[in-house]
C-alpha cells in the first residue's frame, strides 16, 4: 500500500486542481440551489457541475428537500433510476473532483477500491491520489481499508505510517506521535523513519 501511495503520487492527471470545488455533498447541494431547477444544473459537464448534479439527486433520494419542493425538485431525477447519483459521482470522480472521489467512496465504504470508473480507472486509483496529495479523509479510508484482513502487507508498519501522515498534516514534529503508533520502539523508529521518506518523495511540505 504505501508504494502505491508513493507511486500515485507522480501521477498528477487523476485529480484537477483545487480551484472553487465543493469538498462534500452538503456543499455541493447549497451552490447547486442558485440554479432554478434540476434541468438548468444538468446541462454542465464539468467537473464540479457533476458533483453538484449528484448532490441533487443525493438530497432527492434522502428526502432532503423540503416537502412542498420534493416533487418539483425531484420529478426529473427520479425518471433515472435508483443510481442516478452514483453515476453523476463516478463521472465527477472520473473527471477528478476531489469531493465526488470522496463522496462515492463514502458511499461504499466496502467496495471503493473495486469501483469502475468510465476512463477504465478505479476509483481506487483516484483515493490512493488525493492521499498522495495530503487529504486527511483519503488517508483515514486507507487506514481503514489497512484494517481489513490481509489487505496490507505489513499491517502494523503501513498504519503507523498513516497515522503519522495524518498526524503531519495538521503537527510539525513526532514528539506527540507515540500514543498513535503501535509495536515496539523498533518498530515506531522504522514508522517515523519511512513516514519522512514518503513525506519527502510525495513532495509535502517540511
Known amino acids: ?14 485529480i484537477q486542481p483545487e480551484a472553487n470545488f465543493s469538498n462534500t455533498l452538503d456543499e455541493a447541494l447549497q451552490r447547486a440551489q442558485s440554479f432554478p431547477d434540476f434541468g438548468a ?17 443525493d438530497a ?10 420534493m ?13 442516478y447519483a452514483d453515476d453523476l459521482l463516478k463521472q465527477a ?9 470522496l463522496s462515492l467512496a463514502a458511499r461504499h465504504p466496502e467496495q471503493w477500491m473495486e469501483i469502475p470508473l468510465r476512463s477504465g480507472g478505479m476509483l481506487g486509483d483516484r483515493v490512493f491520489a488525493l492521499a498522495a496529495l495530503g487529504r486527511s479523509a483519503a488517508l483515514v479510508l486507507l487506514s481503514q481499508l489497512c484494517a481489513a484482513p490481509d489487505a496490507c502487507v505489513d ?7 498513516l497515522a503519522l501522515l ?21 518498530n515506531r523508529r522504522e514508522a517515523v523513519d519511512r513516514a519522512a521518506r514518503l513525506r519527502t518523495e510525495l513532495q509535502w511540505p517540511p
Open 60 to 69: 432527492c433520494e434522502r428526502g432532503a428537500f423540503a416537502a412542498q419542493d
Open 93 to 101: 470522480a472520473d473527471a477528478g473532483q476531489p469531493g465526488a472521489v
Open 166 to 186: 495524518q498526524l503531519s498534516i495538521y503537527k510539525t514534529g513526532t514528539s506527540e506521535t507515540g500514543e498513535y503508533l503501535t509495536g515496539s520502539e523498533i
Open 155 to 161: 499491517e502494523q508498519l503501513t498504519r503507523n505510517v
Open 71 to 83: 416533487s418539483l425538485r425531484c420529478r426529473e431525477p427520479d425518471r433515472h433510476g435508483a443510481h
Open 41 to 57: 444544473l444538468a446541462g454542465r459537464t464539468d467537473p464540479e457541475g457533476l458533483f453538484e448534479a449528484a448532490a441533487w439527486v
Open 1 to 14: 500500500m504505501l508504494s502505491r501511495l508513493e507511486t500515485a503520487g507522480r501521477d498528477k492527471s487523476l
